[in-house]
């Protein structure tokens, strides 16, 4: 029971290190994005604009 055991463990151990080091790579691989956003940085009026609904989306 014992070397089953521990065939089981390092089996599990293996497809964890396999998951880590794909996890990692795609990780890695991914296009580097801002890590700020800015933000509208005004006040909005009572009811919602064109104008103000292109801001808050960041079309214009």
């Given at each position: 029971a014992t070397p089953f055991i521990a065939g089981v463990a390092v089996a599990a151990v293996a497809l964890a290190g396999r998951y880590g080091v794909r996890a990692w790579?795609?990780?890695k691989?991914?296009?580097p994005a801002a890590r700020m956003r800015r933000f509208?940085?005004?006040g909005f009026q009572s009811t919602m604009t064109r104008r103000?609904?292109?801001l808050i989306l960041g079309i214009r």
């Open positions: 790579q795609a990780y691989a991914r296009p509208y940085e005004g103000e609904a292109a």
